[in-house]
């Protein structure tokens, strides 16, 4: 079965640090482009990090470039996303997302476009 399933997410103080993980199964996440998109409450879709498939090439969002590490670990199936310094834009709910068939990008960043995780919520407060 197909499942994506995020974990980590909570409650950060501003300058914290968290590890989100999006434990997978039913594929092997080395095979296909992995996401994380996040959103905030009243804000649409927003790109955060990529990985693609085979040599795990990471791209960052700007906002997050610097603060942010995304990995996989092949043998867990297993994809992350370290982030230190967060800030009062962070918050959101962070989706794991597998990219489509045969190993390419997403070409659309919407709810249609890939296969999303259910989420986990990540909130920067002190």
């Known amino acids: 079965e197909l499942q994506l399933v995020e974990s980590g997410g909570g409650l950060v103080q501003p300058g914290g640090s968290l590890r989100l993980s999006c434990a997978a199964s039913g594929f092997p996440i080395s095979n296909y482009y992995m996401y994380w998109i996040r959103q905030a409450p009243t804000k649409g879709l927003e790109w955060v990090s990529s990985?693609?498939?085979?040599?795990?090439?990471?791209l960052y969002e700007e906002s997050v470039k610097g603060r942010a590490t995304a990995s996989r670990d092949n043998a867990k199936n297993t994809l992350y996303l370290q982030m230190h310094n967060l800030k009062p834009e962070d918050p959101a709910v962070y989706y794991c997302v597998r990219g489509p068939g045969g190993g390419g990008p997403l070409t659309s960043l919407s709810r249609d476009a890939g296969y999303w995780g259910q989420g986990t919520q990540v909130t920067v407060s002190s």
């Open positions: 990985v693609s498939s085979g040599a795990g090439t990471t």
